[in-house]
């Protein structure tokens, strides 16, 4: 990016946007609760209150070169019910759309918005490989994905290239899924789930961070980008892995019906079979720092 970029961020203060932020030049940061971090801030981080589903001024995002769009409700906090998926389909359909309409009001429009997605978009697909241009699938989430990223899209109309990050489980030790499991896995309780055979889409905490960055800076990508490692992982491949980086044993397989206690709903999902690839990521010349899954875990754990 150019040095008198100045680029908006929403999703800023989670885990993927409280790194990003530490990597951009002047960042805004759209957030609900400004005043708590305005006082912790650097001078080159500015924060401005925004809500979901508030339409902000023209004169807000005066200067702003380019957006990333992370927010939305977490998917895998809290048990799914009515209330609960209502939350996370508003958070991103509405969202986006009162982000896009915001854009629209500016004089100046950004170049580019990075807007993400999941590979939820895919849904499960048994057998089959997934890449940018596979259909979506059959579902909840799939539809969520749907709604979410044609949104996003209309900022195409405005003159602005958009960028669709489908993001798949997100390495990292400090939030998401790898803290979640840590603590059963270090009791040597971790296993697979069910007989593990499906396989799962990850990636670095680093290398998301560097799609992001390689879709601001780079004008040939456009539409959705798989944001996943390379090398294709089954769960109980990365059960083992996981065990052996932390010297435990990993034999017990966690039952489907265990985890429809906790999450209700949601744990359909972690059963889906998404062999995703990164195909739009490396034809466009990104680079993975972290394309395999032993040396992901070696360099957040061991």
């Known amino acids: 990016m150019q040095q008198n970029s100045c680029i908006a961020i929403t999703g800023g203060t989670g885990l993927v946007g409280g790194k990003l932020v530490s990597t951009l030049p002047r960042p805004l940061v759209l957030t609900r609760s400004p005043e708590k971090y305005n006082k912790q801030s650097c001078s080159e981080v500015r924060y401005l209150k925004w809500d979901s589903n508030q339409i902000l001024e023209s004169q807000d995002l005066e200067g702003v070169t380019g957006v990333i769009h992370l927010a939305g409700d977490p998917i895998a906090q809290g048990r799914w019910n009515t ?34 997605s999941a590979v939820g978009f895919y849904g499960d697909r048994p057998g089959d490989v997934l890449d940018e241009n596979s259909q979506p699938g059959v579902g909840f989430l799939p539809e969520v994905c749907q709604e979410w990223e044609a949104e996003a899209l209309a900022a195409r109309e405005l003159g602005i290239r958009v960028c669709l990050v489908r993001i798949g489980i997100v390495m990292d030790t400090s939030g998401g899924a790898l803290q979640q499991m840590l603590p059963f896995f270090k009791l040597g309780l971790g296993g697979p789930l069910g007989l593990g055979r499906q396989y799962f889409p990850w990636v670095h905490v680093d290398d998301l961070v560097g799609i992001i960055h390689h879709c601001l800076s780079n004008q040939t990508v456009s539409g959705p980008i798989n944001a996943v490692a390379p090398q294709a992982t089954t769960n109980w491949q990365f059960t083992k892995s996981l065990g052996k980086v932390l010297h435990r044993p990993t034999l017990l397989p966690i039952p489907k019906f265990g985890l429809k206690l906790l999450y209700g709903e949601f744990a359909d999902n972690l059963f889906d079979w998404q062999q995703v690839v990164p195909k739009v990521a490396q034809d466009s010349g990104y680079q993975f720092q972290f394309p395999g899954i032993d040396d992901t875990l070696q360099d957040l754990l061991g």
Do not use: E, Y
């Open 83 to 116: 209330i609960k998926k209502q939350k996370i389909r508003d958070s991103r359909v509405i969202g986006t759309r009162c982000l896009v309409k915001s854009l629209a009001a500016m004089k100046q429009k950004p170049s580019v918005l990075v807007s993400a």
